[in-house]
């Protein structure tokens, strides 16, 4: 039978291989911080194997050859020792896991640091920006259908969903459709006056988590849009027919939508 067939005596006493525990042995053993059983069951193991008699020939050899390098110097040298590669893939995946828990917890506290604009706004502004120049499919549900799209909107939000009336301000309802949000559906309702000149109302429920009924503004080029929040609900009135004329529609807006005056 062959040596693999009968392990050593010391093969018993230092465990099975394991490459990162024998090199850290070979490497106490060259500097002499082995002592006893450990020692002798070290200097065995070189004895009867030429790979881990090599890697201590190559140790003592680099720590000779250190020692030559600063035989002359007076005052004691730092030596840096650059991480083996294995240990710089695990330093950058730390930083990498570190960098993506900081931005997901950041994002988790934006909604609450004050006046940080919500994304429904910005969504409320794309979706005017996308379906106010169709002429042929601006709306999936058409006015004559009103009470249909009442009911759809409702269930599909599902809350009571109230479509706002702006005649006094010369726009009539065109329809509306369904849209989706960041995290759920929304709502959009487009109105249009004598000159083609349109609005559109924006509701979701999807991603509103407090009250801010005092009205906020974003721009963006020639298109302005008004937005608040009430009852769990975010509303954005966008379009391009004046800012003033709009915030004076808006505020009426959220006020017949169940909005407190008191807090504009």
């Not at 040596?3 to 024998?22: E, I, L, T």
Request: glycine share 8%; charged share 25%.
């Amino acid at each position: 039978m062959t040596n693999q067939d009968h392990p050593s005596d010391h093969g018993d006493r230092m465990g099975p291989p394991r490459p990162d525990r024998d090199l850290q042995a070979l490497s106490a053993f060259v500097d002499g911080e082995l002592h006893g059983d450990e020692r002798d069951a070290v200097a065995e193991r070189i004895a009867d194997d030429p790979a881990s008699g090599a890697t201590m020939a190559a140790y003592r050899a680099q720590d000779n050859a250190l020692r030559a390098l600063f035989a002359d110097q007076t005052e004691p040298q730092v030596i840096r020792l650059r991480p083996r590669a294995r240990d710089r893939y695990l330093l950058a995946a730390c930083f990498m896991v570190v960098g993506v828990a900081c931005g997901f917890l950041l994002h988790m506290l934006l909604p609450t640091l004050g006046d940080t604009q919500p994304r429904f706004a910005e969504r409320a502004d794309i979706a005017y920006a996308v379906y106010a120049p169709e002429q042929r499919h601006a709306v999936e549900v058409a006015a004559s259908q009103q009470d249909h799209l009442v009911t759809w909107l409702s269930k599909r939000l599902n809350r009571s969903v109230t479509i706002p009336s702006l005649t006094e301000y010369g726009f009539e309802l065109v329809g509306g459709r369904l849209l989706p949000d960041e995290e759920g559906p929304a709502a959009q309702f487009m109105y249009q006056n004598a000159a083609g000149e349109r609005l559109t109302l924006y509701m979701t429920t999807a991603t509103v988590r407090r009250n801010d009924t005092k009205i906020r503004t974003l721009r963006d080029g020639q298109r302005t849009t008004f937005y608040w929040a009430w009852d769990r609900v975010g509303y954005a009135l966008s379009g391009q027919i004046g800012e003033a004329k709009l915030q004076a529609i808006a505020y009426d807006t959220c006020k017949e939508l169940g909005g407190d005056p008191r807090n504009w």
